[in-house]
C-alpha cells in the first residue's frame, strides 16, 4: 500500500508529460463511460414512467367486462353485452374471498356547463370503492359515500382537467354544474393523475354515484338499469390476482347460468400482466442501449492499451534503470497499473459528468424522462477502473518482464 | 564476515543469437577483497560487459558460481536479484541514466522506493546528505537538463550511495566527460573508496582513468588474460590541486 502514493505521484508526472495524448486517450473513456451513463438514465427513466403509469391505475387491479353479443347473426365486440350489474358486483365482493374492493362503474360522454362556460367529458358511476380501488385522491372537497349512492345523491366528483377548464381558477366546491340539464352539486375535485398507459387523459373525468348516473344521465332503460359497463376489482395482493380472477369465474358463470359448455359472456382482464410486459420491453430496451454504449468503453480501453504499450517502450531505459535500482516485477507492474487505471479513472469521472449533463439535456430538449441512479454512477466509476485493469495489464506486464540489460542498452 | 566480497568460480555465459551460439564468459574466476579498487579492461566483444552485468546481478551465469557478500546469488531468482541490486550494489552508468524532469533529489531518493529497510521516512533527509557529499550542495532541486554531465554523473553518483552498498560498479563513468571532469569523477571514487571502504569496479578503455585503481583486470576473448596490482595508483585528488581551475567550463554546461 505504501507504494500505491509514490506510483501515482510518478503516473500523474508521466501523464502530464503527454497532455495531449493523455486527454486523447481519456476522451475514449470519457465518451463510453457518458455514453453508458445517459443511456441508463434514457432507459430507466422510460421505466419509472411506464412503473409510474402502472402505479396510477391502482394495484392489483382486475377488470371485469360484459363479453360480446350477437345479435341477428351479428356478433358485436366485447363490452357490448349488458350481461353484468350491480349484484354481480356484490356478489362477487361477497363470495370471492381473494377480492378486496369491487366497483362497478359506467362511462357515458356528456356535456358539462357551469355559468358560460361548457365542456365535453367522460362521466363515470360508481361506488366509493372506486377512488379506494384506482387510488385516486381527493384534492379538495369530500368524497361521495355509500348514502350517497343509496339515495341517489346529485353529487360529483371533478378531475383537474374539468375543473381548469369549467371554473378558470374559481373555487368548484359547493358550486352547481348541469350535466345533460341535471344539476349536480361539486362535492369534491381528485387528485390529477397524469395519462393513463395508453395516453388517455385520466382527469377529464368526473365522478357520479352509479345510481344517480344511470338514472339521470345515462338514461339507460328499465330492462337494463342495472347493468353496469365494468366491475373494477381489486385483489388483496399480487399474489391473489389469479385467484381472484378464477374465483371470480366462477361466480359469474354461476349467476350468468352458463353451461360448461358456453362460454364466458365476460370477459377478465388483468391489467399488470399487460403493462408489465410493456415494462419487460423497456427494461430489454435500457440494457440493449448499455450494451451499445459499453461498445465504445471497450474502445476507449483499447484506446489505453494502446497508449501505454507506446509509453512503455519510450520508458524502456527507464525501466531498465529502476529494475537496475531494485524494481521488483511487482513494482513495475504495478506503477503502469497504476497509469492505465488513472487515465481511466480519470475518463470515468468526466464521463460520469458529462453524462449527466447530456441526459439532464436530453430530457430538457427531446422531452423524455431520465433517471440518473447512484447505482449507475457508482457502476460506470467501477467498471471504467476495471477496464483501465484489464486494459493496462498487459503493457504493465511486459514492462514488468523487460530484461533490464536489454532495457537499459535501449536507444 | 567473509573476507572475500566477491568470489567467482569458472564462470561461464553463452548466449544464443539466431543460430549463432556466443561463449561471452569462458570460465572466468576472480577474488575481489572488501574495499578494493579494481579497473576491469578489454576490448570490445572480450566479454567484460557480460562479466559486470553478472556481477551487478542483472544477469545470471550459465555455469560457475558467483558469491557475493557470502550469499550464493547465482542461483537467485529474479526478484530477489532485484532485492541484492537495492540493498548491496551501486550502479554508475557513462549515459547517467537520470530521470527526466525529476529534481537531482528525487532521483537520488530512487532507488529507496524499493527498499524494504525501514527509515524510508528518513530518505530525504539522506538524500540531502548524498547530495552535498559529491558536492552538489544547493543545486537539490536542478532537473538533469539543468545540470552539466559532470554534475550530472555526481548525482548518479549519490544515488548509487544512497542505500549503503558494499560495491559501486561502474560502467565507463567517464566516457561522456571531458578530462577534467572525468579526474573529479574518479577523485570521488577515490574518495568514497578510503572514506567509506565501499569496493569500487570500474570498466574503462581508457588506461589513464584505470590508473587510478589498485588493480587492473583485463578481458580477452571471455577469458581474464591479466590480472595485476598497479604499483602506484595516481591519486585523482592531488591531480586536481595541481590543475588551473576551469570555473568557465563549468558554467557554461549549466545552461539548459
Known amino acids: 500500500m505504501k507504494k500505491i502514493l509514490p506510483a501515482m505521484k510518478i503516473a500523474f508526472r508521466a501523464l502530464r508529460v503527454n497532455k495531449m495524448r493523455s486527454a486523447l486517450t481519456m476522451l475514449g473513456i470519457i465518451i463510453g463511460v457518458g455514453a453508458v451513463i445517459a443511456m441508463v438514465a434514457v432507459g430507466s427513466g422510460a421505466s419509472q414512467r411506464i412503473e409510474q403509469q402502472i402505479a396510477s391505475i391502482g394495484s392489483n387491479v382486475i377488470i371485469v367486462i360484459p363479453g360480446s353479443i350477437t345479435a341477428s347473426g351479428i356478433r358485436l365486440g366485447s363490452g357490448n353485452a349488458t350481461t353484468l350489474t350491480s349484484d354481480d358486483a356484490r356478489a362477487i365482493a361477497r363470495d370471492c374471498p381473494s377480492v378486496q374492493a369491487v366497483a362497478p362503474s359506467s362511462r357515458s360522454g356528456a356535456q358539462v356547463v357551469y355559468g358560460n362556460n361548457n365542456w365535453a367529458t367522460s362521466i363515470y358511476g360508481t361506488t366509493p370503492d372506486y377512488l379506494i380501488i384506482r387510488d385516486i385522491g381527493i384534492q379538495s372537497g369530500s368524497a361521495f359515500t355509500q348514502q350517497d349512492v343509496d339515495s341517489d345523491a346529485k353529487v360529483a366528483l371533478l378531475g383537474q382537467t374539468v375543473v381548469n377548464n369549467l371554473f378558470n381558477g374559481a373555487d368548484p366546491i359547493g358550486q352547481v354544474i348541469r350535466i345533460k340539464h341535471v344539476p349536480f352539486t361539486v362535492a369534491g375535485t381528485l387528485v390529477p393523475k397524469g395519462q393513463s398507459p395508453t395516453g388517455q387523459d385520466q382527469d377529464d373525468v368526473i365522478l357520479l354515484p352509479i345510481t344517480t348516473a344511470q338514472k339521470k344521465v345515462f338514461g339507460v332503460n328499465q330492462a337494463r338499469a342495472n347493468s353496469v359497463g365494468s366491475l373494477m376489482v381489486q385483489a388483496r395482493g399480487p399474489q391473489f390476482i389469479q385467484p381472484a380472477q378464477d374465483e371470480m369465474r366462477a361466480v359469474l358463470r354461476q349467476r350468468h347460468h352458463l353451461q360448461p359448455n358456453q362460454d364466458d359472456d365476460f370477459t377478465i382482464r388483468n391489467l399488470e400482466e399487460v403493462f408489465q410486459a410493456q415494462e419487460t420491453s423497456s427494461h430489454v430496451m435500457s440494457i440493449l442501449l448499455a450494451a451499445i454504449a459499453s461498445v465504445s468503453l471497450i474502445v476507449g480501453g483499447i484506446g489505453i492499451m494502446n497508449i501505454m504499450l507506446v509509453s512503455v517502450t519510450e520508458r524502456t531505459r527507464e525501466i531498465g534503470l529502476r529494475q537496475a535500482v531494485g524494481a521488483k516485477t511487482r513494482d513495475i507492474l504495478t506503477q503502469f497499473l497504476v497509469e492505465a487505471v488513472t487515465l481511466s479513472v480519470l475518463g470515468g469521472v468526466v464521463g460520469i459528468v458529462l453524462g449527466v449533463i447530456a441526459s439532464k439535456l436530453i430530457s430538457v430538449f427531446a422531452q423524455w424522462s431520465t433517471l440518473i441512479s447512484p447505482g449507475a454512477i457508482l457502476l460506470a466509476f467501477i467498471f471504467s477502473a476495471l477496464v483501465g485493469v484489464f486494459f493496462g495489464f498487459y503493457p504493465a506486464r511486459k514492462a514488468a518482464l523487460l530484461d533490464p540489460i536489454e532495457a537499459l542498452r535501449y536507444e | ?256
Not at chain 2, 3 to 28: F, H, P, S
Not at chain 2, 163 to 172: F, S
Open chain 2, 1 to 256: 564476515m567473509a573476507e572475500r566480497l566477491i568470489q567467482i568460480r569458472e564462470l561461464t555465459k553463452v548466449y544464443q543469437l539466431g543460430d549463432v551460439i556466443v561463449n561471452a564468459l569462458r570460465g572466468v574466476s576472480i577474488e575481489i577483497e572488501r574495499g578494493s579498487f579494481v579497473a576491469i579492461m578489454g576490448p570490445s566483444g572480450s566479454g567484460k560487459t557480460t562479466f559486470m552485468n553478472i556481477v551487478g546481478c542483472l544477469d545470471k551465469p550459465t555455469s560457475g558460481t558467483y558469491i557475493l557478500d557470502g550469499v550464493n546469488v547465482s542461483t537467485l531468482a529474479r526478484d530477489q536479484l532485484a532485492e541484492i541490486r537495492n540493498q548491496k550494489i551501486g550502479f554508475v552508468f557513462q549515459q547517467f541514466n537520470l530521470l527526466a524532469r525529476t529534481t537531482a533529489v528525487e532521483n537520488v531518493e530512487l532507488p529507496l522506493l524499493y527498499s524494504s529497510r525501514d527509515g524510508v521516512n528518513h530518505g530525504h533527509a539522506q538524500a540531502l546528505r548524498a547530495l552535498d557529499w559529491v558536492g552538489l550542495a544547493g543545486r537539490e532541486l536542478h532537473r538533469p537538463n539543468q545540470l552539466s554531465g559532470g554534475q550530472q554523473q555526481r548525482v548518479a553518483i549519490a544515488r548509487a550511495l544512497i542505500n549503503d552498498p558494499q560495491i559501486i560498479l561502474a560502467d565507463e563513468p567517464t566516457g561522456a566527460l571531458d578530462s577534467r571532469t572525468s579526474i573529479e569523477i574518479m577523485a570521488l571514487f577515490q574518495k568514497l573508496n578510503r572514506e567509506s571502504g565501499i569496493s569500487v569496479i570500474v570498466v574503462t578503455h581508457e588506461p589513464d582513468i584505470a590508473q587510478y585503481s589498485s588493480r587492473i583486470i583485463r578481458f580477452k576473448d571471455g577469458q581474464v588474460v591479466s590480472d595485476e596490482p598497479v604499483r602506484r595508483p595516481r591519486n585523482a585528488q592531488h591531480e586536481l590541486e595541481v590543475l588551473p581551475r576551469e570555473e568557465a567550463a563549468e558554467t557554461e554546461a549549466v545552461a539548459p
